[in-house]
């Protein structure tokens, strides 16, 4: 009897931890894109420095990788995710495959810009309007997993830049099959979208929309994804038909990761930040 009593004390204290924990509000920032620019890479580390963010997305195919490792390296309790790469966005810089997989590239070997069709751009500029093969796509983002692991050890999972999983499902299900073989599966199981500003806010009024938003959230995990970095001359050159105004844009993503403000609040709701290995744990 006395066996039962006590068994019975132990699971009304994990039943109370739970219920403890069901009454907080924990939100995953997550920064994308870091090694795509030099302004990205600094963006993205100032905002874990000194911001919000918690998980940071690493592109292996990009010219700015290098840098990244190094930053990431100096910095080994950030929490880091391998941001797999099919697509090309910008006009001006471009990134190739690590391995050769012509059904994925344009005329030139570089990415195409768009994993779908899209009216700003000339056909044939989407992986949705070629002949892609499932073979190609599986060793390039071999290739871009075993690159990242090799480089920066602790990453602890993977995320998809502009949604290429989506295309199909035999590509989802190609991803969801390496994420297990290489330990990158993280279980996202009730975590929210947050709806951070929208996208009709204008920009100079980031912080404030931020700051409303977090004040209405109720008890939940929450996921808000977007790409910091600086307003710089590089960044003045970065930009595709339908959105040109990058530089302007993402360094004023880094401000609201960083605002005094924004952190305030976070204190005031007692909203408690959390990363991608979080929720492995």
């Not at 940071?56 to 195919?61: G, S, T, W």
């Not at 993280?186 to 204008?202: A, M, R, S």
């Amino acid at each position: 009897m006395k066996k039962v009593f006590l068994s019975l004390i132990f699971l009304g204290i994990i039943f109370f931890g739970f219920a403890q924990q069901d009454q907080k509000i924990c939100l995953l920032v997550r920064a994308d894109d870091m090694g795509s620019f030099h302004a990205a890479n600094v963006g993205c580390i100032q905002s874990y420095h000194e911001g919000i963010v918690r998980s940071i997305e690493l592109m292996p195919v990009c010219s700015w990788f290098p840098e990244a490792v190094k930053i990431l390296k100096e910095n080994p309790g950030c929490d880091v995710g391998i941001h797999l790469t099919l697509t090309s966005e910008w006009s001006n810089v471009k990134w190739r495959p690590l391995t050769h997989c012509p059904s994925l590239v344009d005329q030139d070997g570089y990415f195409f810009p768009m994993v779908w069709k899209n009216e700003n751009f000339p056909p044939c500029s989407s992986i949705s309007e070629s002949d892609w093969k499932l073979e190609e796509i599986e060793q390039e983002l071999r290739a871009q997993i075993y690159l990242a692991m090799v480089h920066v050890p602790n990453i602890s999972h993977y995320s998809i830049h502009m949604g290429f999983d989506g295309l199909d499902p035999k590509i989802g299900e190609l991803v969801d099959k390496l994420a297990k073989e290489y330990g990158l599966e993280v279980n996202t199981e009730g975590l929210q979208y947050f709806v951070g500003w929208g996208k009709d806010i204008p920009i100079e009024q980031r912080i404030e929309q931020f700051c409303e938003n977090l004040e209405k959230l109720l008890p939940g995990k929450y996921l808000f994804v977007e790409h910091p970095a600086e307003d710089t001359k590089e960044m003045e050159t970065v930009g595709h038909p339908g959105y040109q105004n990058v530089g302007k844009d993402r360094g004023e993503v880094t401000r609201v990761f960083t605002s005094e403000k924004v952190k305030q609040v976070f204190q005031k709701k007692g909203i408690k930040l959390i990363s991608y290995s979080d929720l492995k744990e």
